[in-house]
Every structure is written in structure tokens, then in C-alpha cells.
């Protein structure tokens, strides 16, 4: 059928909690546009619930029990274990999958999407790249454009780079997955594929916004978790609600001066949207990162350690993304610019106690 | 002694909990500059204490038992029962009074303030005034350069205007008198001024920021009160974590686009100071309006009631603020620009179910 060929194709490579709450969104989503093909497939990796493969029990069953229970998913949301086989047909790529899998995942993907496919990025996270930082999105197109089976970086499989969005905002998956009202922000290279997008995931409960600044978005998710380290020592000192506001703020401010060292046409407008104060406020009062903070403070254990007892041996973004950024900023002689980010990385990993964290030189805050 | 006349000296006006904290502070300070007198004189309002007047306790004890209990006061803060007495000789003059009492107040002092004072406006609220909104900053210039006795607003008793600067931030009173880490913004309309009041209340724990935008410092600290009118609907509602923060941020740009349309003078950098954002966040989690506002959706019962059983009997400030922004902007055709205002407004005074805090049309989000 020929129609069907011009169709947008959906696929979703990733199916933890967020992955499978973007599902649900998604699924729903595809059947209301006559030009996006209304199955949606969702790549697994496979593994056994009770004896029974996980595609089979969200094929069967419309619910994700491992990873997102209790929650029913559309049934022309399809999962499929072979990833190839699940992304062949995609136009639309959505990416959603623990930032220490993309490059692989990525690498296994080469040369088997479509020349006409277009990505976008849920992941969380910062890469290392010749001592610059290298955003999870350049890591997925680079990947994605080179030649089959090459490791250069100019790609001849493809004849343009993948366009590659980003997707991020304050959104915790559980409460998404519930219908419960939220926002997130979209930066998109390419209007028209921001627009798509937009038209994807946007809902009565879950409000896209879209934005011509893809790294200002992506490095919002990055570098907040930095931030809601400071949060989480303030908690662990009992420092109050004054100090945890002045915390984030700084935090915020220092985000934003970052970001611009990183990609100068990252726009101050971006901090002000879901990806950014929303994010930051909700990750400095819930999260992982915040609460572990709070804990290295309390017992004085090491961070190791705390990510073995209340992690189950996951390794805490925000620590990583710190130790990357602070050795960025070191390296440029930039450390006394960023008070606040260099106080925690100090605390992290060189031994300051942690009620350093109100002790710093005023920084520069405005710069708009 | 004709050096000390040239001297610069300070009067608080006010001796609450929030002017207390503020006697510490500026009592503190003014013994470091050799151009201020380090005597600081403070206006109490007399009341009896266990048999004693207040002045006669904060100035034999060194701490007002009553408003800031626990607190040690330096010495040089003298609390004085008599208005213009207390305010006869000062240069620099701190209002620190609920909103209320201020027009009075000033009334009341008109034509006994020295020819050089400047002021600094710590009083949040709005005023209105003739269908317009009426910062307390003009309340108190206007009040203050009229003649004494007139009620005309062109003054002839002094030939300037007086010059009111203006402090708000993410302050909760107890915690700054605990010297727990802090910041604040300082919006002047004389640089001058504005770094005069800088050195007179920064220290190493209550950080100052000066920006040049005394309208948009103002207008921060009297908005917010409304968005934390939605934030306390959204814990009442038991939304999460997500929706508050989406709340906060939409609220936080309404307010903007509100400042503009009060003074379009106002300044968006304005509301990444400790005004703006960090006071946001402080009053959104904690403070009255939130608090009030979560018991409304929990129990049922009318504001007065919950006014009256929670605040004695105090009026809220969120609410009458949000009737005066929503009338304001009712009258210039404008509430379809501001939907969060709009619902809130909708929800406090109009019986709209508070559910509906979430269920309004996208606002246009970026206006910068």
C-alpha cells in the first residue's frame, strides 16, 4: 500500500518506567493524526518476568508489570526484543534509555534506520569527548551517521545528519503515567520536526512546549542534577527554606553561565521553561540525587556506598555529571566563575565538609 | 558636633518579627562605616509585656520577647514608643510595617523627616488607586513629599520626591535571625542609594544583590503570594510533585507579563534575583498562603473561616492581592493573557472546583 510508505513511523527504543509511560502518551497520541501510522512499536530488552518474556506480557497483557505496573498501555503499542526489527520502519526515533546504553545501542542501530528518520532524545546526561563536554544528542547523531561499520565521524551512509531533538522537563514518570497535569519542554534544530514532535507527545495533562534550543534543553536535564546535590546537603544541615531557595537560584544562575561556555547559542529564555526552573525545583525537592546528598551528609558515609545501600549499586548522575563538568570548567580556568558547582564537586570528591556548601565569594549573578 | 551631622542615620520603622530580624542585622553593620551613625533607633509600636513596655524590654534586654523571642539584639538598636521621635534625625529610613499600617504611618510623619532621608520599603501588598495598582513604594513617597496637612499629590514641603528603594527576597525571618545562609534583592532608583543600603544590611550570611528595578523588586514580592495561592491548590489536590512545579512556573511568568503591564519598566532578569525565583520557590513550599490555601481545598471551608481559625483573625495576602490583579486586569480586557491568575481568582472568589487549577488553556509561555 502505498500511503502507508509516506506514513510517520513510530519507535520507541527503550521500555524502563519513563520509556513505558511515553508509550502510553505516544500510543494514544499516534491514532488522533491520519499521518503517523497508528502501531507503535517499543523495543524491550528482553528479560523474564515469573517465567514469561517481558514482550510477551506487554503484548499480551498491556502493561509494562516490571517497570511501569498498574498502568494500561494502548494495545497498538507492539514491544519487540530485536532492535533492528523493531526500528527498520521508524521515521520517528524516540530515544529513552539509561545514558550508559546509547553509544552501544547506538553503534547496533548504524546503518539499519531510514535515510528520511528523525530522532529525539529522552536521555539524561553528559559525555566526555577530548576534555569537552559532549551532549547525549551529538552522541546519537554521530553515531547514527556514520557509515555503516566506520568509526569515523563523517558519515557517507547517510547523506545529512540525523536530526536529533531533545525532550525534557519536570516529569516524573509515575505521576505522568497517572494523568497527573505537568509540563516539558522540546528543542528542536528543525522546526518542523519540533512540530511533529510536539504533536506526538503533547496531551491535556502534559503540555509541550517547544523551543529552538536543543542543547539549552538537553543541558538543563544535565546540569540540574548537580544542583540537587547542593539542595541535598542544605536538607542534610538543616539549613531551612531561605538557604534551599538561595541554593537553587545560584544554581540555576550558575546552569545558565555553564551552559553558554558549552554551546554559546544556548538562550538564557530556555531556564525559564519546564526543562529548566520546573526541573530544577522538582529534582532539588524529590529525586535520587537530593535525597543521597542529604544521606552523605547525615551518616558521613561515601557516596559508593550510598549508592550500593539505597541504589542497588546504580551509580548517582549527579556526581558523574559534576566530576565531568568541574574538570570542563577547571581545565578553562573557569573553577572561581562557578562557585557554587566547584563548592559541590569540593564536597563530592576532595574531602570539604559539607557545610562549606553557604561559604563562597558572592558570584556575579546577572548576565542578562 | 557638627561631624555627626553629616553623618548618615538609620530609623527602622516597624519591630515585628521581619524588622526585629532586620535590627540585628543593621544594628550590626552600621558599627563597621565610620559615614553612619552606629546608633539605630527603632519605632515600636507600645504594648504591654508581662506588665512591661516593649521598648523598655527590647531596650533593657536586648531582645524583643515578644516578636523575635530567643534573639540577642546589639545594643546600639534603641526602641522608641514615639513615631517622630524615633524619626526626626534619621537620613535612612526602613519600613518594615504590615501593609496596613503604612499609609497612616506615613501620614502621621509627614513634615517631620529630614530634607536629605532616603527610604527602603520592606512592606509587600499593593495598593489600588483609581482602577490602577499602587505600589507601596509610591504610598510612600507620594504620603511623604506632600506638604504637611495637604492631601495634594504635588509636594512644596520638600523639593525632591523621596526616594524609595525597595528589599524583598526569599526571607523567612526566623531563619535569617538564626544567621542561617541567605539571599536578598535590593531595587534602587538611585545607584547611589542603592549601594548605601547595600553596605547597611549585606553580610556574609544574608547575601544583597542591587538591581535597578525597584518596580519589578516590588512587584515580585507581592505576586507570588497568588501563584502560592495555586501551589497550596495543588497539595490540597495531592497532584505531586510534577504539577507544582508546573504551577510555580507558569506562575512565576504570569507574574512577569503582569509586571509589565503595572510598570513596563520591569525588567525579566528582575525575576532571577532572590525576588523572584528563590522567594517564589520559599513561598510555594512553605508560607501561609500555601498552607491556607491546601486547608481550603482539604476542608470545604470559606477563606474567612480558615483566616479567622488558622491566622486569628489576619487577612490573607494572597487573596486580596489576587483580587486586585484580577480586577485590574479584568478592566484592561487582559485576563485571557493570564489563565493561572485568572483560575485562582476564579477558584477563591467565584466557586470554581479547585480541580480546575490545572484545566485552562496553554499560555503563551516565552516573552523573552
Redesign the interface.
Known amino acids: 500500500m502505498s500511503s502507508s510508505q509516506s506514513l510517520e513511523k513510530v519507535c520507541i527504543i527503550g521500555s524502563g518506567n519513563w520509556g513505558t509511560a511515553v508509550a502510553k502518551i505516544v500510543g494514544n497520541n499516534v491514532t488522533r493524526f491520519p499521518h503517523i501510522d497508528s502501531k507503535v512499536m517499543m523495543w524491550v530488552f528482553e528479560e523474564q518476568v515469573d517465567g514469561t518474556p517481558l514482550t510477551e506480557v506487554i503484548n499480551t497483557r498491556h502493561e509494562n508489570t516490571k517497570y511501569l505496573p498498574g498502568i494500561q498501555l494502548p494495545a497498538n503499542v507492539v514491544a519487540e526484543p530485536n532492535l533492528l526489527k523493531a526500528a527498520r520502519d521508524a521515521t520517528l526515533l524516540i530515544f529513552v534509555l539509561p545514558h550508559q546504553f546509547i553509544r552501544h545501542t547506538c553503534v547496533e542501530l548504524r546503518g539499519h534506520i531510514r535515510p528520511n528518520a528523525k530522532a529525539i532524545s529522552l536521555v539524561k546526561g553528559l559525555d566526555t569527548h577530548d576534555g569537552g563536554l559532549d551532549l547525549v544528542s551529538n552522541v546519537i547523531a554521530d553515531e547514527l551517521s556514520k557509515p555503516s561499520g566506520s568509526s569515523s565521524t563523517n558519515g557517507n551512509g547517510r547523506t545529512d545528519r540525523l536530526d536529533v531533538s531533545i525532550l525534557s522537563g519536570?516529569?516524573?514518570a509515575n505521576?505522568?503515567a497517572q494523568e497527573?497535569?505537568?509540563?516539558t519542554t522540546i528543542g528542536y534544530r528543525i522546526e518542523q520536526n519540533g512540530r511533529l514532535f510536539h504533536d506526538l507527545f503533547n496531551t491535556s495533562?502534559f503540555?509541550v512546549?517547544i523551543?529552538n534550543d536543543p542543547s539549552g534543553v538537553e543541558l538543563c536535564g544535565a546540569l540540574k542534577n548537580v544542583v540537587a546535590l547542593g539542595a541535598g546537603f542544605v536538607d542534610g544541615l538543616d539549613?531551612?527554606?531561605?538557604?534551599?531557595?538561595?541554593i537553587?537560584?545560584?544554581g540555576?544562575?550558575e546552569m545558565m553561565r555553564i551552559a553558554q561556555y558549552v554551546d554559546p547559542s544556548v538562550?538564557?529564555?530556555t531556564f525559564?521553561?519546564?526543562c529548566g526552573?520546573?526541573?530544577v525545583?522538582?529534582t532539588c525537592?524529590?529525586g535520587r540525587n537530593r535525597r543521597i546528598a542529604e544521606a552523605f551528609v547525615r551518616t558521613g558515609l561515601p557516596f559508593d556506598d550510598l549508592e550500593k545501600e539505597m541504589l542497588n549499586g546504580q551509580k548517582l548522575q549527579g556526581t558523574s555529571t559534576c566530576l565531568k563538568v568541574c574538570q570542563f570548567l577547571r581545565e578553562r580556568q573557569l573553577s572561581q566563575e562557578f562557585p557554587l558547582f566547584t563548592t559541590i564537586y569540593n564536597i563530592c570528591f576532595q574531602g570539604l565538609p559539607p557545610d562549606h556548601i553557604?561559604?563562597f565569594p558572592?558570584p556575579h549573578?546577572?548576565k542578562?
Open positions: 519536570a516529569n516524573i505521576e505522568i497527573k497535569f505537568s509540563e495533562y503540555r512546549n523551543v539549613l531551612g527554606d531561605n538557604t534551599k531557595a538561595a537553587i537560584r545560584i540555576l544562575m538562550r538564557d529564555a525559564f521553561e519546564s526552573i520546573a526541573d525545583i522538582t525537592y524529590g553557604t561559604q558572592l549573578l546577572s542578562m
